[in-house]
């Protein structure tokens, strides 16, 4: 039993060197980012979002990978669909579509490009949207 234990433990050590090792690498392939200042909770997905300061970036190898994240540990990665923008070479933008008090991170448009990507709706936003009429709210990149 004790054997079993131990060759567990050093499977999970092996598993989490790994990860951590992985980290610097994930950071550096990404690029494109922006600060953007959301004013109220949101959802990206399931997973509820508290309103604050957040940095977005695309990664530099994949431009469909987007990670969101704040100060305190929320974060998020999310594969988009590409899109293009409507509005060519204007600043970053997060756009929510909101039903009632809920918003669901639904695009990000990136600063002096066409180019964007979609967010894909959950099952809640999914049922939200047969009941409630869509609006849609956008939050501007800080960074400039």
Do not use: C
Request: net charge positive.
């Amino acid at each position: 039993m004790k054997y079993a234990s131990a060759r567990i433990l050093k499977i999970v050590a092996a598993l989490a060197a790994v990860a951590l090792l992985s980290i610097p690498a994930v950071v550096q392939a990404q690029s494109g980012g922006m600060k953007v200042n959301v004013p109220f909770e949101f959802y990206i997905g399931d997973q509820k979002f508290p309103a604050g300061l957040y940095a977005v970036w695309r990664n530099h190898n994949n431009a469909s990978v987007v990670q969101v994240s704040d100060r305190n540990g929320h974060n998020s990665i999310i594969v988009t669909i590409p899109i293009t923008s409507r509005l060519e070479n204007a600043a970053g933008q997060l756009v929510f579509n909101r039903y009632g008090d809920n918003h669901f991170l639904s695009e990000v448009r990136w600063t002096g490009s066409d180019s964007g990507g979609q967010f894909p709706k959950s099952s809640v936003e999914r049922r939200l949207a047969k009941n409630i009429a869509t609006e849609q709210v956008a939050t501007t990149n800080t960074n400039r």
